[in-house]
């Protein structure tokens, strides 16, 4: 049977396009604990264990690309690791531990050896945000009732924390920046493509059901040529090697933001 975490989060592949998709089951939010960011991870192994060119796709179905982090786990502020949840073994996992792993797979993500996508089903906040952030490619279906752009923590009382800043700094311009950090809104897709947090619009019809739309299997599967020499990740390294850096920053580092 199913864990949970693996019906959550399942693994599939259209030819040499490797897709990564958030199911909204049993979680419809697809909020992440340490047990699924522990299964993104060990999915992230199995594409790469594949040893075959291929381009990474992460989506999801239904009104949620991600919430982000379960608050549950979390208290109120990511730099304070008393409180304790549980990870998939049922050991005590601290929220600074959520935070740090969390980190580790976005670095990770970063600069993955393959092109990646993020394409935006549905509603991306906090941690989903920053997943697509990650990514190489963003794209979003144009839904202004199910499809927003948010990082709320400034309206929940939380820091960026250092990581996430970092990343933030990296991928978004400074207007984008400023929205998005300072304000908490919850940006739609053609205010997300105007301040470049987006690359492309799909209609509404396209992207939610969970299978993916034939423009973005097309552009991904166009650069699959970009992984065959095994230097992409080297030059991801080039151009984002300090935010790689501060993602695996100690945290005494992180704690002085």
């Known amino acids: 049977m199913a864990t949970p975490e693996e019906e959550q989060i ?9 897709i990564i998709t958030f199911t909204g089951k049993p979680h419809k939010a697809n909020v992440f604990t340490m ?11 199995q594409v790469e264990d594949q040893h075959m060119p291929c381009s990474l796709v992460f989506t999801g179905s239904g009104r949620f690309f991600s919430a982000g982090f379960d608050l549950q786990a979390l208290t109120g502020t990511p730099h304070n690791s008393k409180q304790k949840s549980s990870s998939s073994n049922g050991a005590a996992t601290s929220s600074q531990d959520l935070v740090n792993f969390a980190w580790l797979v976005l670095a990770r993500i970063l600069i993955f050896p393959a092109p990646t996508f993020a394409l935006f089903n549905g509603h991306a906040f906090g941690l989903g945000l920053f997943l697509g ?14 499809a927003f752009l948010c990082l709320p923590e400034i309206n929940i009382g939380l820091p960026l924390g250092f990581g996430f800043a970092a990343l933030a700094r990296c991928k978004l311009n400074k207007s984008a920046l400023k929205i998005a950090a300072l304000t ?19 209609p509404p019809s396209n992207g939610q059901g969970g299978s993916l739309p034939q423009e973005i299997l097309e552009r991904a599967e ?16 080039e151009i984002y090697g300090e935010t790689y850096s501060d993602l695996l920053a100690p945290t005494q580092k992180r704690s002085k933001l």
Request: one cysteine or more; charged letters at 30%.
């Open 133 to 146: 952030l990650a990514c190489d490619h963003r794209w979003m279906v144009n839904d202004k009732k199910k």
């Open 222 to 237: 166009k650069l699959v040529s970009t992984s065959e020499k095994g230097n992409l990740k080297a030059i991801k390294m």
């Open 35 to 45: 047990a699924l960011l522990k299964r993104l991870d060990a999915l992230l192994d």
């Open 10 to 18: 399942q693994l599939s592949r259209i030819g040499n396009v490797c």
């Open 184 to 202: 908490g809104k919850q940006i739609a897709a053609q205010e997300a493509l105007e301040l470049g947090m987006i690359d492309a619009i799909l």
